[in-house]
């Protein structure tokens, strides 16, 4: 059975940091991109993040970028979002999602909010909460 479960998620004042962790199993995680997104209640989903093993790459939305880092941790089939410098617009629920990946695919090319609906498996979510 493929499982995701994320954690990390907390309450944190603006400008703070924090680290979010999407443990994976039942399946071959370096076949798989792993990305972040997230909701908030009444907006559409967007993409936050994604890594690719399988084609080594990795991927961060313009809201994102310089703050945020993505890394892979095989032995431990753990994708860490590490959140530094964050911003009350951060403010969402943030999910973890698997997609079998190519070997000659770029993550940027999965890692879209419209491309989100191919994502077979989702964790359940954890909410990150930046106050101002």
């Known amino acids: 059975e493929v499982q995701l479960v994320e954690s990390g998620g907390g309450l944190v004042q603006a400008g703070g940091s924090l680290r979010l962790s999407c443990a994976a199993s039942?399946?071959?995680?370096?076949?798989?991109?792993i990305g972040w997104f997230r909701q908030v209640p009444g907006k559409e989903r967007e993409e936050v993040s994604c890594?690719?093993?399988?084609?080594?790459?990795?991927y961060y939305a313009d809201s994102v970028k310089g703050r945020f880092t993505i890394s892979s941790e095989n032995a431990k089939n753990t994708v860490y979002l590490q959140m530094n410098n964050l911003k009350p617009d951060d403010t969402a629920v943030y999910y973890c999602?698997?997609?079998?990946?190519?070997?000659?695919?770029?993550?940027?090319?999965?890692?879209?909010?419209?491309?989100?609906?191919?994502?077979?498996?989702w964790g359940q979510g954890t909410q990150v909460t930046v106050s101002s």
């Open positions: 999602a698997a997609h079998r990946s190519s070997l000659w695919t770029d993550v940027r090319y999965y890692c879209s909010a419209s491309y989100a609906r191919n994502f077979a498996s």
């Open positions: 039942g399946f071959t995680f370096d076949d798989y991109a």
């Open positions: 890594i690719s093993n399988r084609h080594p790459s990795t």
